[in-house]
């Protein structure tokens, strides 16, 4: 099915669904890390931590850490991983369009499972560089947190979404 094909109110309805999921998504969320966080924000930032504590062995030449369960350090540096900052917003993001494209339940179903694992991958690359900025150049630290790394992660949303959509439409 292709764009061109999609009525105007096909596309409003597409937004409005977009729209909406991630709405439920991030609510869900942001109600269940302020209830306890237990089911979802703590295990899967855990999840994170470790993860990117074993991509930084293999990558990083400085000694890394884990110094609890969301926490990587290099020497007196250290990156706490918390909700907000453990991707999975993202993820969110990426389910959302997805969910909301019109297309087969099997291309949607086929989409999630090819594109939020590489999602995953690229948050914990993400934070190994983040604790790699913060252990030699500290003072690079908050314009590649706040910008850069975030920017990367919501670009390649879009460029997986975008290829997502030209997949889908043949």
């Not at 292709?2 to 869900?28: C, D, E, I, Y």
């Not at 990587?72 to 993820?91: D, P, Q």
């Not at 900025?133 to 706040?146: K, N, T």
């Not at 460029?159 to 997502?164: C, I, L």
Request: aromatic share 10%.
């Amino acid at each position: 099915m292709s764009n061109a094909g999609l009525t105007p109110r096909a596309q409003f309805r597409g937004v409005l669904v977009f729209l909406l999921l991630l709405g439920l998504f991030n609510g869900a969320y942001q109600v269940e890390k302020r209830l306890s966080g237990r089911l979802l924000d703590l295990p899967y930032t855990r999840l994170a931590a470790s993860g990117a504590a074993i991509l930084a062995h293999l990558l990083l030449p400085i000694p890394v850490e884990r110094r609890d369960s969301i926490t990587l350090a290099s020497g007196r540096t250290a990156v706490v991983i918390r909700g907000g900052c453990n991707g999975l917003e993202a993820l969110f993001l990426m389910a959302a369009g997805i969910l909301a494209y019109p297309t087969s339940w099997h291309c949607r179903g086929r989409a999630i499972l090819i594109y939020l694992p590489i999602l995953f991958a690229l948050n914990l690359l993400r934070i190994v560089m983040l604790l790699y900025v913060m252990a030699e150049h500290p003072v690079y630290i908050r314009i590649f947190h706040d910008q850069i790394a975030q920017g990367i992660l919501v670009a390649f949303v879009f460029g997986f979404w975008v290829h997502y959509v030209h997949t889908a439409q043949r």
